[in-house]
Antibody, heavy 124, light 111 residues
Framework: QLQLQESGPGLVKPSETLSLTCTVSGGSISSRGYYWGWIRQSPGKGLEYIGSIYNSGNTYYNPSLKSRVTISVDTFKNQFSLNLNSVTAADTAVYYC????????????????WGQGTLVIVSS | NFMLTQPHSVAESPGKTVTISCARSSGSIASNYVQWYQQRPGSSPTTVIYEDNQRPSGVPDRFSGSIDSSSNSASLTISGLKTEDEADYYCQSYDSSNQGVFGGGTKLTVL
């Protein structure tokens, strides 16, 4: 059964870079037809798509975050990572990683399964 | 890009049926499939409906999905409500570049 687990600092200072890693187990991140994505949920708010990456390194980024986001993949470690720079309090959220079904290979775009999520607080 | 608008909250009694709507702001609701996720308190989202009306294995048939082109919206219907259905529900579709678009979420209270 595929599982995803986020890891990284729970506290980041304003203007610094938020860095998280998602470790995939029970399956290969190199599997054909799947992207690997990041989604966040601000306290008491809804879900916001951040971006996704394929095992080749091809990426999609939410235009509203694109200037600050970098997603990378390490196929040897079966991990992918999120870097979000110049963070502010507005970036405080629970960050989820998820397997992303892209329209290129599937009939729809969806996210399944999701990791348990990790809370990142931006504060000095 | 388009937006998906959901009611902030709905409430219903156990055993009853509830419907949660998801209205698309521009473009046809039928142009891209809609998914529905359930998020129980303290947990991550799980899929209850994909491709407008398909249930993943393990999701009870009390959950059903549909779209309505006349109102340009999707709906999630839960029948025979149980207290365990109390959760936040999110609709999700996508744009032309494979990016996910989420609704704001609906809090379902089972009274």
């Amino acid at each position: 059964q595929l599982q995803l687990q986020e890891s990284g600092p729970g506290l980041v200072k304003p203007s610094e870079t938020l860095s998280l890693t998602c470790t995939v187990s029970g399956g290969s991140i190199s599997s054909r037809g799947y992207y690997w994505g990041w989604i966040r949920q601000s306290p008491g708010k809804g879900l916001e798509y951040i971006g996704s990456i394929y095992n080749s390194g091809n990426t999609y980024y939410n235009p509203s975050l694109k200037s600050r986001v970098t997603i990378s993949v390490d196929t040897f470690k079966n991990q992918f990572s999120l870097n979000l720079n110049s963070v502010t309090a507005a970036d405080t959220a629970v960050y989820y990683c998820a397997r992303h079904y892209p329209k290129d290979f599937w009939s729809t775009v969806r996210f399944d399964p999701w990791g348990q999520g990790t809370l990142v607080i931006v504060s000095s | 890009n388009f937006m998906l608008t959901q009611p902030h909250s709905v409430a219903e009694s156990p055993g009853k049926t509830v419907t949660i709507s998801c209205a698309r702001s521009s473009g046809s609701i039928a142009s891209n499939y809609v998914q529905w996720y359930q998020q129980r308190p303290g947990s991550s989202p799980t899929t209850v409906i994909y491709e407008d009306n398909q249930r993943p294995s393990g999701v009870p048939d009390r959950f059903s999905g549909s779209i309505d082109s006349s109102s340009n919206s999707a709906s999630l219907t839960i029948s025979g409500l149980k207290t365990e259905d109390e959760a936040d529900y999110y609709c999700q579709s996508y744009d032309s570049s494979n990016q996910g678009v989420f609704g704001g979420g609906t809090k379902l209270t089972v009274l």
